[in-house]
Each structure stands twice: as structure tokens, then as C-alpha cells.
């Protein structure tokens, strides 16, 4: 079985949330913006850090909420993963402007693109590997926080 511990974030404004769209090497699926946290690395420090590598922004303390931690077993391309993955969420704001995205397929070189996309509306998305529970979570810290 291959490990991996992951950071996540998701940007959202309302009800829509920013999901990272790959339209041809992983089969049109959609995903989070984030990914493997290294040795030496807290979790916060790595998702800061894989937003600065992914969108060249620099996300700092006070702009982002940790909204919880899940593990995850599944298979993937004939290996059995376990994924310790760690959620975060920041409001989008005036912040898509200021993101240029770098992030490209891993096994085609293809851009990705952003899509700002109706949480209710992204449940129907195929979200690459862990993703349909990540967002569970991403929309009951939505509705607590309209609370």
C-alpha cells in the first residue's frame, strides 16, 4: 500500500468553490488545489506553500480556516493508496485576479484551468480520488458559517 500525506484548499464565494478542472490527462476530473505535504512540513505550512507553487499567490496566516482531517483508502491506477488528507477552506475575494495558475497534468503537460463552480452542482462532478468527501466537508463549514 503507497502513503501520502496531502494539503487541500478550497477558495470559495457563496455557495461556488474553486476546483481545479483537468480536462484531458486525468479523464476530466476535477480536484482541490494543494497536494503532498514534505518531510519536515506541518500541514498548514504545505498548503501555504503548494499555493504559492500552483497559483503564485501568497497565502498568508488569518486568510484561510482548517476545517478538519480525513484518511482515505482507495485504488488508483492498480495501487492501493492510503491518504491522510488535510482540509482548508479562504473566501475567494478579489483573490482570482491575482492567481496565475501553473499547474499542468502530470502525465500530458496539458494546462488545467480554475472553475468556480455551485457546491451542489460540484457533488455531481467526477472529483479526482478523495475529493467527493473532502467537499462534504468544505459545504457544512459553508452552512455553519452562514449560521
Same mark, same amino acid.
Given at each position: 500500500m503507497k502513503k501520502r500525506q496531502v494539503?487541500?484548499?478550497i477558495f470559495y464565494e457563496g455557495d461556488k468553490v474553486l476546483l481545479l478542472h483537468r480536462?484531458?490527462?486525468?479523464?476530466?476530473?476535477?480536484?482541490y488545489i494543494g497536494g503532498g505535504i514534505e518531510e519536515g512540513e506541518t500541514p498548514e505550512?504545505?498548503?501555504?506553500?503548494?499555493?504559492?507553487?500552483e497559483l503564485t499567490y501568497e497565502l498568508n496566516q488569518g486568510e484561510y480556516d482548517f476545517v478538519g482531517h480525513k484518511n482515505?483508502?482507495?485504488?488508483?491506477?492498480?495501487d492501493i493508496w492510503e491518504i491522510d488528507a488535510y482540509m482548508y477552506?479562504?473566501? =475567494?475575494?478579489?483573490? =482570482?485576479?491575482?492567481?496565475? $495558475?501553473?499547474?499542468?497534468?502530470?502525465?500530458?503537460g496539458d494546462e488545467s484551468k480554475l472553475e468556480l463552480i455551485n457546491v451542489n452542482n460540484a457533488k455531481m $462532478?467526477?472529483?479526482h480520488c478523495t475529493? $467527493?468527501? =473532502?467537499?462534504?466537508?468544505?459545504?457544512?463549514? =459553508?452552512?455553519?458559517?452562514k449560521q
Open positions: 494539503s487541500y484548499i480536462p484531458k490527462g486525468y479523464g476530466n476530473t476535477f480536484g505550512e504545505a498548503v501555504v506553500r503548494e499555493v504559492r507553487e482515505f483508502v482507495f485504488e488508483h491506477k492498480g477552506v479562504a473566501e =475567494l475575494g478579489n483573490k =482570482l485576479n491575482q492567481f496565475v $495558475l501553473t499547474e499542468k497534468e502530470y502525465e500530458t $462532478l467526477d472529483i475529493g $467527493l468527501e =473532502l467537499l462534504k466537508m468544505i459545504e457544512n463549514y =459553508l452552512i455553519a458559517s
